[in-house]
C-alpha cells in the first residue's frame, strides 16, 4: 500500500485515460533517437556551451542544420507545421556582436501558435555557436506553443543562451501579445525600457547577463488599458546584487533534534530514546548565487533557536540574524559547512537570518533609505549591500506583530558556531 | 504483472500497474525530498503528484541509456520544486492536462507525511563523526554533487565519497540493527 493511495489512484485513472502503450519493454531495446529533452539540452550545450569541450561532435555538426526533435518526441500541439513558419520583421541587435534576434512564429498541427527565438543572417534563421559558426535551426525547433488568446499575450518568455563567460551570456525577452497589444516595457538592470510592438503583437528585446541578475520583469500594456506583467527575473526568494553583479537567494534549513541521555542511534526504536516534542528548533539561514554552478561562492552559516509553537505544521515564534561582510580569505570559523567560503568574489556586507510568525517586519537602517527586508515565505529574510558598507554601519529594527520593536545593531539571538551538530 | 524484482527502468516502460508499481516504489524517497525542503507536509504531497504526473506523461522520453530512472525522476523533481518556487505557487499544469483533480489530505495522510521527517534517522544521524555527518547531511539531505562537497569541506571528491559510504553504512547498521 502506498503512502498516498489517493494520489495512486488518481495517478492510475489519468494512465488509463492517456491510454498509453507500453513505451519501453522490459529487455528491449531502447529508442534509437534521443528524446526530446535531452535532444534539446544537447543542442542546447552543443551550440551555446560546447566552444572547446564537444570540439568532436561539433564537427559533425559544422555547417548544418539543426535538426529538430523527432516527430514522435513532440504532441501535435507543440509539432510546428512547416508552411506556415514565416520570420517575424522584428529585429533586436545582439548585445555582443553576432547578428539580430528575431522571433519565427508558426502554427502547430492543432492551430496553436508557436514561436523560436533565433539568429538572422543572410536570411536564414539560426544560431550563432560559440565557435562563431551559424547554423540554421530546421522547424521543428520551437521554443513553445500555446492558444492564440485575445486582448492578452499569447506567448511571452526571457529565453537564456547559456555560455561559459558571464559577458557572453544573452538573455532574449520575447513574445506575441496579439493584435490588442500596444506597448510593453521591460524593466532590467535597473533600467526601464519600451520594446517595438510589430505585427500580431510580436516584440523581442536583448539583454547581456542572466534574467535573475538583470531582475527582468516585462509589462503588457494593452488596448482596453489593463496591463499585464510577467517576472521573468523577479522572485521573493532571488535578492538583486547591489553592486550589479550575479544575484543571491536565501536558503534556510532546520537541525534534528539530539538523542536523549544514555541513547545511541541504534536505540530509536526504544520508546525512552525518542526524541521528545521539540520546544525550540535551531534554524539556519546561509546565502549564495541565485542560479547554480561549480566554483561559486557562499556566505557563512548563521543560525538560532526559534520557540516552536505548533509541531504538527511547524510554527515557531522569534527571530535570529547574522550581519557579516562576507569576504576573501581566512573565515570565522574552522568548520566548512558553518564557514562559508567565498572564492574571490568581491566583499558584500549582508543581514541574513530567520523568522517566526510573531514578527511583522524586519528594517535595515544604514547609508542611505532605510531597506525593508522582504520577508520569504521559508521563514528567512536577506538584505545586502555593496563592499563599501560595513557591518557596524548598520541598525536592524525588529517590529513584531504586537507592536513591539527592538533595534539591534550586529548579531542577533545566534547560536555559537557548532551547536548545530 | 509488475514484480518486486523488476528494475525501475522496466516498471517505468512497461503498463499501467507497472507504473502504479513505480509509484509506490518511488512514493517514499520523493515525499521525502519535498519534505525536507519544505518543511509541509501538504506542499510536499502537492509537489510529489506534479512529479509523478510529469513522470506518467512524459516516460516515454525516459531512455535507460542516458541514466537510472530514479535520477530521471528525481531531475523531475528538482525541476519542479525549482519552477514551483520561482513562481511561488506549486505547478499542476501537468495534473490539469491530465484531468487529475486536485489532492485533498486528511489528518490520517498528514501523519503519514510527518512519518518521513526522520526523526530516528536525524538522530542517528547526529551520532555519526562530525565529518560524516557534514558529507551525508551535504551529500543526502542536500542533495549536492561531490565537486560542491569537495570544496565545501576542503578535502578531495574520493574521500567525500569514502565519508558518505561510511557514514550511510553506519546509519543503516544504526536502522536496522535493533528493535
Redesign the interface.
Known sequence: MSRLPALEQALIAAATRLEAPPLLQAHGRPSRRMPLRSLMLAAALLILVSGTAAAGTLLALRGSVIPGPAQRDLPPEQTPVPDTATIAPERAKDPVSGPPWALRIARSRTGFICSTVGQVAQDRFGIVGLDGKFRELAIGNVDGCGIERKNAASLVGARVFDAPRLADVRTVVNGIGGPELRRVFVDAGGRNREIHVGQQGVFIATFRGYPEDLGISVSLAFADGHIERHPFGASPFVTPDPAGGRAWRLEMSGMGQPLPAGCAGKDFRKKRCRPAPQKTRVSCAQFRPAREGLNLPFSELVCGRMAVTSSGRLRTNGYFFGVRREKPGKRRTSDPFEAGLWHKHPPRTAVFGGIGDDIKAIDVLGPGAPVHARLMINGGFLVMYGPTVLPSDLTVRVTFRDGRIETRRGDANLVPPGSTK | MAGAE??D??L?????D???AF??RQ??PI?GFFLRRT????VA?DL??EC??RA???????????GDARGWLFGIARHVLARS??R?RVENETRLR????P???DDA??T?????N???A??????LP?EQ??AV??RVI?DRDY??LA????CSESVVRQRVSRGLK??R???E???
Request: no cysteine; hydrophobic share 45%.
Open positions: 523488476s528494475t527502468a522496466e517505468l516502460g512497461g503498463g499501467i507497472s507504473f502504479a509509484y509506490r512514493e517514499d515525499l518543511g509541509q507536509p501538504e504531497a510529489t503528484a509523478f504526473a506518467l506523461e512524459g516516460r516515454g522520453n525516459f531512455d535507460p541509456a542516458l518556487l520561482d511561488g491530465l484531468g487529475m483533480e489532492l485533498v489530505l495522510d498528514i503519514r507525511i510527518n512519518e518521513l526522520g526523526a530516528p536525524m538522530a542517528a544521524l547526529n551520532n562530525q555527518i557534514a547531511t551535504g542536500e565537486a560542491e570544496a565545501r569541506l576542503q553506519t546509519l547498521s544504526a536502522l540493527g535493533s528493535g
